[in-house]
């Protein structure tokens, strides 16, 4: 899968220049890059109406959080129509100035899909989107356009990931920039709500807890628990510390049984998330769960080799790529499972990959 990171789309739209006037979609609006921060933003920017002069122009910002959501939604969706009105929830003028400069860079269309409404079932195809394809280029400078033909449902666009607020300062080791940091904490999300959906509870790990989404924190978030002292079978402080390094534990209502161990992983591999499953597990050897590394499609081979290797084969890990967390997480944005599926539904979703 094509990659697309927030340093990807600040060159290109660096490459638009700070000489020339770009002209909205639609509307009476034109538009000139001021600046340029390398390497993930921001971008600042002047816009005004081009039935005035450009003296009249009012500055804007896209943010590098902006363009770190962007990047992150658009590389796990190439060749996707996006709506971008949805993805920033239509706040400020920003985002209409970042979906136009975007529009004038080679690998991204605007396109006007069909779209699925999802309780009438009403298919319309009036709103505008835009989509990033990798394989395809229009001249840079112009906006470009293309059909599309694909039809598409609300429930796919997915969480809201434009309300979470990551910056340079919460990265380390593991992630090597804002958009896999993001991803991670999308993905997160999405455990959170699956497992409120099924009657669990959810552990969030520690360092990660502050991560702001929205009014809230990753910690605060509904069916989120806020202390391990809470857990009886976490019966002494050295398991009470090796879980809470983990970055997600589901547990029963109850907190008798523990349905799934997860390491969310990015792009700098697996051996992190299974070492940290290891430690946890020798500290309570006698756990019954499923240990599971969610990780992106393509990381499928590197997640089946890590995890036979002798060092982690007691792990019986299993495997549940991002694409099966989004599509379980529109299932129950769609549909009300709570109290109407066992426990055990989870099962056949996270992959056996140890022989």
């Known amino acids: 899968m094509p990659k697309l990171g927030a340093a ?7 490459r638009l220049g700070t000489q020339r006037v770009y002209n909205y979609y ?8 001021t600046e340029v921060v390398k390497p993930e933003g921001p971008i600042r920017f002047v816009r005004w109406d081009t039935h005035k002069s450009e003296a009249s122009a009012s500055p804007g910002t896209i943010s590098a959080n ?32 970042f979906e136009t400069l975007l529009a004038h860079t080679p690998n991204f269309f605007i396109c006007y899909p069909q779209r699925t409404h999802p309780y009438t079932g009403k298919v319309e195809g009036a709103l505008k989107h835009i989509i990033w394809c990798p394989d395809k280029e229009h001249a840079p400078g112009q906006i470009g356009v293309t059909d599309c033909d694909q039809v598409i449902s609300e429930v796919e666009l997915g969480v809201g990931f434009d309300q979470i607020h990551v910056t340079s300062s919460m990265l380390d080791e593991e992630f090597d920039s804002i958009e896999a940091k993001k991803t991670h904490t999308q993905m997160q999300i999405a455990l959170v709500e699956i497992g409120n959906a099924l009657n669990f509870r959810t552990w969030i790990a520690r360092n990660d807890r502050h991560i702001s989404v929205g009014d809230t924190q990753l910690g605060r978030l509904k069916g989120v628990i806020q202390s391990l002292e809470e857990v009886p079978i976490f019966y002494n402080a050295q398991i009470r510390q090796a879980a809470s390094l983990i970055d997600c534990i589901w547990f029963s209502s109850d907190f008798n049984y523990i349905p799934a161990v997860l390491e969310v992983e990015h792009s700098t591999g697996v051996t992190s998330g299974l070492t940290r499953m290891l430690k946890f597990m020798n500290t309570i050897p006698s756990i019954a769960t499923k240990f599971t590394i969610v ?16 060092a982690f084969r007691p792990l019986g890990a299993r495997f549940m790529p991002y ?3 989004r599509e379980l997480y529109g299932l129950i944005k769609r549909y009300s499972l709570s109290n109407v599926v066992e426990r055990n539904f989870i099962e056949p979703f996270m992959e056996r990959v140890v022989e």
């Open 295 to 310: 990780a992106p499609n393509e990381l499928r081979g590197k997640v089946v080799s890590e995890a036979n290797d002798a």
């Open 26 to 33: 639609s509307g009476t609006t034109s538009i000139k890059v």
């Open 8 to 14: 990807d789309l600040v060159i290109s739209i660096a």
């Open 66 to 97: 902006q363009l770190a959501t962007a990047a992150s939604v658009f590389s796990s969706k190439p060749n996707y129509p996006i709506h971008f009105d949805r993805l920033f929830s239509a706040s400020g003028n920003s985002r209409a100035a």
């Open 323 to 325: 694409s099966t967390v």
